[in-house]
């Protein structure tokens, strides 16, 4: 059977092709404390004066979880800082940059370029991409004149109408003979609205050929190994470079934005009902919380929904029969929110019916704010996730969610959203 997951898959391990000056830990730690791989929680908070209703737990209810961030642009680095001289598209004011080092004869450079592009459309107000070239001269025997052909375009203000053209036609001219290239460029150039002869003056322009020979030059005392390499937010990423793998870093830097980094106050009464409502795209599901016998991690799940962290996010792991999972704004499945609680155990509650609503976690005392719905009774979990509501009534929505079952390597369909959750005490 399939277990609640939020966790970090084999897809995102980095294997590294590289000397060790080249690996950047503090970016690693970043998406470790992201994704919640292996939680270390830091030394606990303590929490806030707690009301007499509620029964205090003997270990810490929550303890926040502190990592690194990324390194600002001043932390020092082998690679020249992002600058007015680079080709750049996207975000102005970007949460993640995408600094590539390609070459436009090379295959697996235009099979990332597809991948960056769907990144950009997904992403238009946090994602920059950076393009610099390393035409690898030694294997390659149109890469100088495909750059050269960048650059020229650049020169009337067509460098990304040529760059994105080069990979889209790639097949069709990198078995050309170096003269009929050049043709093929210019008619290229003719369509894109150039004017062709000033087109083809710059392509052979001294300064433009010295560009081009210095980024090979300057990508060869880098160390520069294989294009395409790429960078995030300025450290060497040589994991996947499928559209899902790259997606859910970029989601989990943004959602790092939004972390906490203390844990909630305590506010819940455990002589007090909750009712918790989802409003989703397929209607609502009502459910009761348990105050009373997981007080902590209501707390937290109050809180959670009265700050927003639950509105327009999407159930992202749905399987039919069994549970369905929501509660993660980045969507990944991988996301948490700065802190975790403790998992808090009745006795008296069992996975011995649909529409229990648990916490998910990755060991003891680790849940955040995702949390799974049952589909049916899954006695297998007992004692191992905490329970903290019942669903009332809107079984009915649950069984329409879209299912979705998150692989690496393969695409999924838009999940069905959740709008917000609302609470009611009385």
Same mark, same amino acid.
């Given at each position: 059977?399939?277990?609640?997951?939020?966790?970090?898959?084999?897809?995102?391990?980095?294997?590294?092709?590289?000397?060790?000056?080249?690996?950047?830990?503090?970016?690693?730690?970043?998406?470790?404390?992201?994704? *919640?791989?292996?939680?270390?929680?830091?030394?606990?908070?303590?929490?806030?004066?707690?009301?007499?209703?509620?029964?205090?737990?003997?270990?810490?209810?929550?303890?926040?979880?502190?990592?690194?961030?990324?390194?600002?642009?001043?932390?020092?680095?082998?690679?020249?800082?992002?600058?007015?001289?680079?080709?750049?598209?996207?975000? +102005?004011?970007?949460?993640? =940059?995408? =600094?590539?080092?390609?070459?436009?004869?090379?295959?697996?450079?235009?099979?990332?370029?597809?991948?960056?592009?769907?990144?950009?459309?997904?992403?238009?107000?946090?994602?920059?991409? #950076?393009?610099?070239?390393?035409?690898?001269?030694?294997?390659?025997?149109?890469?100088?004149?495909?750059?050269?052909?960048?650059?020229?375009?650049?020169?009337? @203000?067509?460098?990304?109408?040529?760059?994105?053209?080069?990979?889209? +036609?790639?097949?069709?001219? =990198?078995?050309?003979? &170096?003269? $009929?290239?050049?043709?093929?460029? &210019?008619?290229?150039?003719?369509?894109?609205?150039?004017?062709?002869?000033?087109?083809? %003056?710059?392509?052979?322009?001294?300064?433009?050929?010295?560009?081009?020979?210095? *980024?090979?030059?300057?990508?060869?005392?880098?160390? #520069?190994?294989?294009?395409?390499?790429?960078?995030?937010?300025? +450290?060497?990423?040589?994991?996947?470079?499928?559209?899902?793998?790259?997606? $859910?870093?970029?989601?989990?830097?943004?959602?790092?934005? !939004?972390?906490?980094?203390?844990?909630?106050?305590?506010?819940?009464?455990?002589?007090?009902?909750?009712?918790?409502?989802?409003?989703?795209?397929?209607?609502?599901?009502?459910?009761?919380?348990?105050?009373?016998? &997981?007080?902590?991690? #209501?707390?937290?799940?109050?809180?959670? &929904?009265?700050?927003?962290?639950?509105?327009?996010?999407?159930?992202?792991? #749905?399987?039919?029969?069994?549970?369905?999972?929501? @509660?993660?704004?980045?969507?990944?499945?991988?996301?948490?929110?700065?802190?975790?609680?403790?998992?808090?155990?009745?006795?008296?509650?069992?996975?011995?019916?649909? @529409?229990?609503?648990?916490?998910?976690?990755?060991?003891?005392?680790?849940?955040?704010?995702?949390?799974?719905?049952?589909?049916?009774?899954?006695?297998?979990?007992?004692?191992?996730? %905490?329970?903290?509501?019942?669903?009332?009534?809107?079984?009915?929505?649950?069984?329409?969610?879209?299912? !979705?079952?998150? +692989?690496?390597? =393969?695409?999924?369909?838009?999940?069905?959203?959740?709008?917000?959750?609302?609470?009611?005490?009385?």
């Amino acid at each position: 059977m399939s277990k609640p997951s939020s966790f970090l898959s084999s897809s995102f391990l980095f294997p590294s092709f590289l000397s060790p000056s080249f690996l950047f830990p503090s970016f690693f730690l970043l998406l470790t404390f992201l994704t *919640a791989c292996n939680p270390s929680p830091a030394t606990p908070l303590s929490t806030s004066p707690v009301i007499p209703s509620i029964i205090v737990p003997t270990q810490p209810a929550c303890t926040t979880v502190l990592a690194e961030p990324t390194p600002g642009p001043d932390a020092p680095s082998i690679f020249p800082p992002v600058s007015q001289a680079d080709h750049r598209r996207g975000a +102005q004011n970007p949460i993640v =940059t995408i =600094t590539e080092y390609v070459d436009y004869q090379d295959f697996m450079s235009g099979l990332f370029e597809k991948e960056a592009g769907r990144l950009l459309e997904k992403h238009p107000e946090e994602l920059l991409i #950076v393009s610099r070239i390393f035409p690898q001269l030694n294997t390659n025997d149109k890469a100088a004149l495909a750059a050269q052909a960048a650059e020229a375009a650049a020169e009337q @203000g067509k460098f990304w109408e040529m760059h994105d053209l080069l990979y889209a +036609q790639q097949q069709n001219w =990198t078995n050309l003979s &170096a003269q $009929d290239f050049e043709q093929w460029l &210019a008619a290229q150039a003719s369509g894109l609205g150039m004017s062709v002869d000033r087109f083809r %003056t710059d392509l052979q322009r001294e300064e433009i050929v010295a560009r081009v020979q210095q *980024a090979w030059e300057s990508g060869q005392k880098i160390g #520069v190994p294989v294009t395409p390499l790429i960078l995030i937010n300025g +450290q060497i990423y040589s994991g996947p470079l499928d559209y899902n793998s790259l997606n $859910d870093i970029i989601e989990l830097i943004v959602l790092g934005k !939004r972390q906490y980094e203390s844990c909630p106050a305590v506010t819940v009464q455990s002589n007090k009902e909750y009712i918790a409502t989802l409003h989703t795209e397929k209607g609502d599901i009502v459910i009761q919380l348990f105050a009373d016998k &997981a007080p902590m991690t #209501v707390n937290s799940f109050l809180f959670l &929904a009265g700050s927003g962290w639950y509105d327009n996010i999407t159930f992202h792991r #749905v399987i039919p029969d069994l549970f369905a999972q929501t @509660g993660d704004p980045s969507g990944t499945g991988k996301g948490n929110p700065g802190y975790y609680m403790i998992t808090e155990i009745d006795p008296s509650l069992s996975f011995d019916r649909p @529409g229990r609503a648990a916490m998910v976690n990755s060991g003891p005392d680790t849940s955040g704010s995702q949390f799974f719905i049952t589909y049916a009774p899954t006695t297998k979990y007992n004692g191992q996730y %905490t329970i903290f509501g019942q669903v009332l009534s809107g079984m009915e929505v649950l069984k329409q969610l879209t299912p !979705r079952d998150p +692989q690496p390597g =393969t695409d999924l369909p838009p999940g069905d959203k959740l709008i917000n959750v609302t609470v009611e005490e009385k």
